[in-house]
């Protein structure tokens, strides 16, 4: 009999205490993409995120990027609300604590009178800080405080992000959306073809001639598509008339996964779509992503109109996944059983067993038992 491989059972989907198991046991040990270096350009500049229930503050401060807990350590305030901005400072909003570089704060209002503290007791308050690093234009934090370099978590792809960081523009088109879906339904959906002619017919089927091939560098992976000669045709014209340069070594649609939630994808060497799939709960995440063009691009309308093209194009496909995810985690919700993957899902089944490795590896460290009654189910499943 012909061992059947370890997959996700539906619980795994479902299940807040498996939620929070993901959080713990993989969020916090991943780097986790964050944003690009030129939105965090200037002193002052600052995006907000939530990784790993960590609300995290990452901030130019005179020239060096710098990633806090986004909380005040006198009350617990949020330091900043918004999702990007610039400010003065780091300043909380609430009785006016002011933080330096290093996060510790040395602007306490009333500090004489009222607390008394000294330097050493401020700093005993710093913001708790998370480890930071960059590849090119590319911005990523860690929640633990160890592990490994940011250059050895996603070897061997660091050269593809330095050589897109290089070829390509700020992002013309930047959306944050919810999804009615676990994230790794989302991931799932963007691992595999096998459902563009069912649900992207008119959208990425236009795009895609079929082909299709994977290479595995675990834990991530690598998609190459071919493209139809329509769209290629379409894409050379583009670039002509724009004057975009097309990274090299990038011809057709290039889909690359770096575990556990970061997607790229790269049509043509001239248009990337940097995705991530942020869980904010059980069978709830938030898709944030980014539409980029390559270099050497001329201004105007012509170009004007083709962003406002592609922006569309992506909203429709987006659209189209949307939809089909949420009926997927209703679905799941009903199921007994792994689901049935074939050759053409292999992606998914690498993903499956990455997870369930790194869920064991947090079992055992933790010593905490399994969390669902079907775990005994799932183990049978496995055989």
């Known amino acids: 009999m012909i061992a059947k491989p370890a997959l996700l059972h539906p619980a795994d989907y479902l299940d807040p205490g498996l939620h929070a198991a993901e959080q713990a046991g993989i969020f916090t040990h991943q780097w986790q993409f964050v944003g690009f270096a030129e939105e965090l350009a200037e002193p002052g500049r600052f995006l907000t995120r939530q990784i790993a229930g960590e609300p995290v503050l990452v901030i130019n401060m005179d020239g060096d990027l710098r990633a806090f807990r986004n909380v005040c350590t006198h009350r617990f305030a949020r330091l900043k609300a918004a999702e990007a901005g610039q400010d003065s400072g780091l300043r909380c909003p609430y009785h006016g604590w002011a933080y330096d570089r290093e996060g510790v704060p040395l602007g306490i209002p009333g500090n004489q009178d009222c607390f008394g503290l000294d330097r050493a007791a401020k700093q005993g308050l710093a913001l708790k800080r998370f480890a930071l690093d960059r590849i090119g234009r590319f911005i990523f934090v860690r929640i633990a405080a160890e592990g490994p370099s940011l250059a050895d978590a996603v070897a061997p792809h660091g050269e593809l992000l330095q050589r897109l960081s290089d070829g390509f523009g700020p992002a013309f088109s930047q959306v944050a959306q919810p999804w009615a879906a676990d994230w790794k339904i989302g991931i799932e959906n963007v691992l595999e073809v096998y459902h563009v002619d069912a649900v992207h017919p008119e ?12 290479a595995y560098q675990c834990p991530h992976s690598i998609g190459h598509a071919g493209m139809r ?15 975009l340069l097309a990274v090299p070594g990038l011809d057709h649609y290039v889909h690359l996964h770096l575990f ?3 997607a790229i994808g790269i049509t043509a060497g001239r248009l990337i779509s940097v995705q991530t799939y942020e869980p904010t709960g059980p069978g709830r995440f938030i898709l944030r992503y980014r539409l980029c063009l390559a270099l050497g691009g001329k201004e105007g309308a012509a170009r004007a109109a083709v962003e406002s093209h592609l922006t569309a194009l992506n909203e429709t496909l987006l659209g189209e996944d949307r939809a089909i995810a949420a009926e997927v985690q209703i679905g799941t919700a009903s199921a007994d059983r792994p689901a049935l993957l074939g050759a053409n899902e292999d992606r998914l089944m690498q993903f ?4 369930l490795a790194l869920k064991n590896t ?12 079907a775990d005994e189910e799932r183990q049978e499943n496995r055989i």
């Open 260 to 262: 556990p939630n970061l």
């Open 229 to 243: 000669a329509e769209a290629l045709r379409w894409w050379e014209g583009v670039g002509k008339r724009l004057g």
């Open 362 to 373: 947090h079992r055992l460290a933790s010593g905490t038992p399994p969390s669902h009654p």
């Open 203 to 214: 959208s990425f089927r236009s795009v895609v001639d079929g082909s299709w091939r994977v």
């Open 352 to 355: 499956h067993q990455t997870l």
